[in-house]
């Protein structure tokens, strides 16, 4: 299992180094429901343990599917399971790359789809089945995590050009349950879950930048994010900056160099780059402001190429407006 993509928050007025850890956005359905992936998830951000999500498995309830929010909702079990093979086969996948599902398709336990040029909040975008073989003992949780989680990454990314971890839109999986496992399931369905319907299809979407997310990774000047903390974080909620925010981006540069600097050196080159870029963006003198910056940690620099580091300024209170208006 990858380990969580960690990205650096950095409060620059006082000097206040904080890990941030991020959102993997990575998800699984387990036996008792659909649970997301340790993400990004952050800088995201983002790569996988379980915990949020959605899902349902296959056609005819071959398995178990939980409500996005667990808190919410408990999972449903069906009431039975239909063969899928007896004990010495391996099942054919029953899930198909382009499958695309409404809200109430991925919570109920069938093979319903409908076009991906219709409504719809999720689309399988990989398929693959696990070598173990029939009769092979049911892996641990966390190692059937491990797997999906890095085949999924590793997935979206060579669909779209995105890795998971980085993604603003949550990438979250099917595996099997170990009730199907015993009758030769062995499929791994990756799919996106968009935050609300939509009749686009994945090729035409920026997992980085669109459906009103932005990735930590893909933080732009100008960009404002209505969430309250970038801890814990890979997909934000873009926001116009005239509508109520907590943190406005101002400054973005690239870090230089092949091997990682260390937290202390990218903290120095951040409060130096984010004080003097603020004195050009803004002319506030609004005390009650605060800068922050997002940049890369050891694991994001060299496991996922991050070499970003983001500026940004918030405040004790959600504001409206931008900073750069004065």
């Not at 219709?118 to 949780?141: K, M, N």
């Not at 979407?205 to 994010?225: E, F, K, Q, T, W």
Request: glycine letters at 8%.
């Amino acid at each position: 299992m990858s380990p969580l993509a960690l990205r650096l928050l950095l409060v620059l007025t006082v000097s206040v180094l904080v890990s941030c850890s991020t959102d993997v956005a990575i998800e699984v359905v387990s036996p008792d429901g659909m649970a997301q992936a340790d993400q990004p998830p952050a800088p995201q951000t983002p790569a996988p343990d379980a915990s949020t999500p959605e899902g349902s498995g296959g056609t005819e309830g071959e398995r178990d599917e939980a409500p996005a929010n667990p808190d919410e909702q408990g999972g449903k079990v069906p009431d039975a399971e239909p063969p899928r093979g007896i004990g010495s086969e391996i099942a054919e996948p029953l899930t198909s790359v382009g499958a695309c599902y409404t809200a109430d398709q991925l919570l109920l336990v069938g093979g319903s789809t409908v076009d991906c040029d219709s409504p719809h909040i999720g689309e399988v975008f990989a398929v693959t089945l696990l070598s173990d073989p029939a009769g092979a003992p049911l892996p641990s949780e966390e190692a059937l995590q491990m797997q999906a989680s890095d085949y999924c990454n590793d997935a979206l990314a060579e669909v779209t050009g995105v890795a998971g971890q980085t993604s603003a839109i949550p990438v979250r999986f099917f595996r099997p349950t170990p009730e199907s496992w015993i009758q030769g399931d062995r499929e791994i369905a990756c799919f996106v879950e968009y935050p609300e319907p939509t009749d686009r299809p994945l090729s035409d979407i920026d997992p980085l930048r669109d459906l009103g997310l932005v990735s930590v990774y893909a933080l732009a000047p100008g960009d404002c994010v209505a969430n309250e903390t970038l801890a814990d974080v890979v997909s934000l909620d873009l926001v116009d900056c005239a509508q109520p925010h907590w943190y406005e981006a101002f400054a973005t540069t690239s870090l230089d160099g092949d091997n990682f600097p260390g937290d202390d050196a990218v903290e120095d080159v951040a409060g130096g780059y984010c004080q003097g870029q603020f004195a050009t963006y803004s002319s506030s003198d609004d005390s009650s402001l605060l800068l922050e910056s997002a940049g890369p940690t050891e694991f994001t620099w060299t496991e996922l190429g991050d070499r970003l580091l983001v500026c940004l300024v918030t405040s004790s209170s959600e504001r409206t407006g931008s900073v750069s208006d004065g």
